[in-house]
């Protein structure tokens, strides 16, 4: 299990951007403990539902279908709670910070090697990478 970070969504490969939506899932289903996602409940709720926000909006805009079962389990997740989205810039600011996009993109890295990401993509990280790299820099 892993939760990508909040950065590289929006150029996951198909492939990785699906897995991450059955994590949240199996998360929303189980309350999942895990030592990659431990450090949600560190936070408040709020960043949680956020970042669920920002997977199935990358899934929208891509054209993926939600399935109606596994779209329940994230309403039923935060059912009865009233969370505000949170501005992406904090999302899981002590964690998804540089050191662990660095993480990430070294994970997405090994399966570029192994021929399981696709060049035209991992262009998009590569590209996504130097554009993070250069606004931090500036």
């Known amino acids: 299990m892993r939760l ?18 059955r994590e949240l899932c199996s998360i929303y289903s189980k309350e999942d403990r895990h030592i990659l996602i431990n450090f949600i409940y560190d936070y408040p709720p709020n960043h949680f539902y956020t970042y669920s926000l920002l997977v199935i909006d990358e899934m929208r805009k891509r054209g993926y279908k939600i399935s109606e079962s596994s779209y329940k389990r994230f309403t039923d997740y935060f059912q009865n709670r009233k969370f505000k989205k949170i501005n992406i810039q904090t999302l899981y600011n002590n964690k998804m910070n540089d050191r662990y996009l660095y993480q990430c993109y070294h994970n997405l890295q090994e399966k570029y090697d192994c021929n399981s990401i696709k060049e035209f993509e991992w262009a998009l990280i590569e590209n996504k990478l130097k554009e993070k790299i250069t606004v931090t820099e500036k």
């Open 4 to 21: 990508w970070h909040k950065d590289l969504i929006d150029v996951l490969p198909r492939q990785q951007l699906l897995a991450q939506w």
